[in-house]
T-cell receptor, first 123, second 110 residues
Framework: EVQLVESGGGLVKPGGSLRLSCAAS????????MTWVRQAPGKGLEWVGR??????????DYAAPVKGRFTISRDDSKYTLSLEMNNLKTEDTAVYYC????WGAGMEAADYWGQGTLVTVSS | QSVLTQPPSASGTPGQRVTISCSGR????????VYWYQHLPGTAPKLLIY???QRPSGVPDRFSGSKSGTSASLAISGLRSEDEADYYC???????????FGGGTKLTVL
């Protein structure tokens, strides 16, 4: 069974830092492109960024609002995805989800999401 | 302001067919696949449609997707009360080098 479990959310002051983790199991993490998506209170879904699998280069892309402040990394040996968030702003307050899209041999897709972790940026 | 434009709300009665539109640009919908998600409050989003019109295993064939030019649509036929949720379209944007979502459409089953 595929599972994604986020952790690390909490309350942080503006300008502060926080590190989110996503523990993966039930699939070949090494080959998966992993993504962070967030939802601010009362708002829609927003793509935060993604990291490619190491076989595909292992590079990360970021949404403009977080570029330069957030860093996505992965530890394939521990099946863990991380999101390092620095210089946090009140507008970063949101539920953060890790997610992945797994492609079958016949190019059929299946998506998996964590339960989400709440990050609150407030003084 | 979202890069992809969706109507904020839609509604229908049980058994009806409803469509939700998603409008974009040549850099996103015009040149890349469209994905649709269903999101119920307090739960994780769920992929309904990928690559414009493909359904993941387990998604009822009441849900269908289409794309034409820089616009896409999600159709839900035989509307049911459990379809009441927020629906989002998404696509990769070549200009932004990132995924973009629509603002979401809240579907009410009357």
């Amino acid at each position: 069974e595929v599972q994604l479990v986020e952790s690390g959310g909490g309350l942080v002051k503006p300008g502060g830092s926080l590190r989110l983790s996503c523990a993966a199991s039930g699939f070949t993490f090494n080959n998966a492109w992993m993504t962070w998506v967030r939802q601010a209170p009362g708002k829609g879904l927003e793509w935060v960024g993604r990291i490619k699998s190491r076989p595909d280069g292992g590079t990360a892309d970021y949404a403009a609002p977080v570029k330069g402040r957030f860093t996505i990394s992965r530890d394939d040996s521990k099946y863990t995805l991380s999101l390092e968030m620095n210089n946090l702003k009140t507008e970063d307050t949101a539920v953060y989800y890790c997610t992945t899209l797994i492609w079958g041999a016949g190019m059929e897709a299946a998506d998996y999401w964590g339960q989400g972790t709440l990050v609150t940026v407030s003084s | 302001q979202s890069v992809l434009t969706q109507p904020p709300s839609a509604s229908g009665t049980p058994g009806q067919r409803v469509t939700i539109s998603c409008s974009g640009r040549s850099s996103n919908i015009g040149s890349n696949y469209v994905y649709w998600y269903q999101h119920l409050p307090g739960t994780a989003p769920k992929l309904l449609i990928y690559r414009n019109n493909q359904r993941p295993s387990g998604v009822p064939d009441r849900f269908s997707g289409s794309k034409s030019g820089t616009s896409a649509s999600l159709a839900i036929s035989g509307l049911r009360s459990e379809d009441e949720a927020d629906y989002y379209c998404a696509a990769w944007d070549d200009s932004l080098s990132g995924w973009v979502f629509g603002g979401g459409t809240k579907l009410t089953v009357l």
